[in-house]
């Protein structure tokens, strides 16, 4: 009995040994979590207090910065960039006609932004956006003004370029707006004739770097440019893949097409029946489309138009491969045209190039 007794005294002592082990070993453990913890804590707290040293913020945006990593994107085209630009890139706004007479066009497929409408007989003209980021060796053939494209421009202070004008742009653009004007009528070294291959009108081109020199010139004490910037968000295809087609005028050939590219979420420009084509061969793919409906009206027997650009309307929006119902709204003749989904919240538009298409009814697109 007694060495029962003994036995299961060890047997006891082993059994608090054993407890009295773990125990130990859980304190050491949770010592070195909370030496982790409170290192870690104090390496926050430094980084905590030198941002909040260096700058004006609420704690809370702190915070959030140091928890979400940025991504800077190019302010025209949405595209990500290494760093964040000094300045907003300065825009040149250039008047390209597309009369069948001028094809094959130079430097449409490099444009970041391309507004298309109607001028006279119902041919449409396009104002084409760069960038003084850019390099674009041919552009055009360069075409005259209409006041509604120098809406379009001076909304994103670009500097408007273009051979000669209408009556009314001439004036607006002489007594009433303080558009940054590049008329070729006076400032020719600034652009250059292809006479042996093409005939006048159509025979007027200029490059990005003649344009960055004129700015330079011309227009050194310019302000910095302050124009709106529009949302920007990465592709996210769909499965509907629509393309869109317009009816321009009576016959095809002015007709457009935006013909869906899976493989590369885009849209490839058709006129008439075929792919357009820029002289030096190259095709016009666009990431976002957008339509929209206006007021157009013939107003002289030139068949020159007047079309509202300020306010706001009805519009469709092409991306991703699915075309949708919106609205556009420019408050003034200097704001930048801008859209919003039905319910009211601004388009974040693909990362890459936009070509806006201008109609008088919506009735004149067809969703394929």
């Known amino acids: 009995m007694k060495k029962i007794r003994t036995i299961l005294k060890r047997i006891q002592k082993k059994v608090e040994l054993r407890r009295k082990l773990a125990s130990f070993v859980s304190f050491i453990k949770q010592k070195e979590i909370l030496i982790g913890i409170s290192a870690l804590l104090t390496v926050v707290v430094i980084v905590f207090v030198v941002i909040m040293s260096t700058t004006n913020k609420p704690a809370g945006e702190v915070i959030q910065d140091i928890f979400e990593q940025e991504v800077i994107r190019h302010p025209l085209t949405g595209q990500i960039i290494d760093a964040q630009l000094d300045n907003l890139p300065q825009v040149f706004g250039v008047m390209v006609e597309n009369s069948a007479d001028a094809w094959p066009l130079s430097g449409l497929d490099q444009a970041f932004l391309v507004i298309e409408a109607p001028v006279e007989g119902s041919i449409p003209r396009f104002i084409a956006f760069f960038s003084d980021d850019q ?50 009528f006076w400032y020719a070294d600034f652009f250059y004739r292809q006479n042996s291959t093409r005939y006048a009108p159509h025979n007027v081109y200029t490059t990005v770097e003649l344009l960055k020199e004129a700015f330079d010139e011309i227009f050194d004490d310019a302000e910095v440019p302050s124009y709106d910037i529009w949302q920007f968000a990465d592709d996210q295809p769909v499965e509907t893949q629509s393309s869109i087609s317009i009816d321009w005028s009576d016959g095809l050939t002015y007709d457009v097409g935006w013909k869906y590219q899976e493989e590369t979420n885009s849209y490839l420009r058709y006129q008439g029946l075929s792919a357009m084509k820029m002289e030096d061969g190259a095709v016009i793919k666009t990431n976002n489309i957008a339509v929209i409906s206006t007021d157009i009206r013939v107003i002289d027997n030139e068949g020159r138009r007047s079309i509202v650009t300020v306010g706001s309307g009805d519009a469709l929006i092409a991306q991703n491969g699915e075309v949708y119902l919106a609205r556009w709204e420019k408050q003034d003749h200097d704001d930048r045209l801008k859209f919003y989904t039905t319910d009211g919240y601004e388009i974040s538009f693909n990362a890459g190039k936009t070509w806006i298409e201008v109609v008088s009814s919506l009735s004149q697109v067809e969703i394929e």
Do not use: C, F
């Not at 360069?142 to 742009?169: C, F, K």
């Open 135 to 184: 390099e674009v060796e041919k552009i055009g053939p360069v075409r005259s003004a209409r006041p509604y494209y120098i809406d379009w421009n001076d909304g994103l202070q670009a500097m408007y370029t273009h051979v000669g004008g209408s009556p009314e742009a001439l004036e607006l653009i002489k007594n009433t707006y303080d558009t940054l004007d590049l008329n070729q």
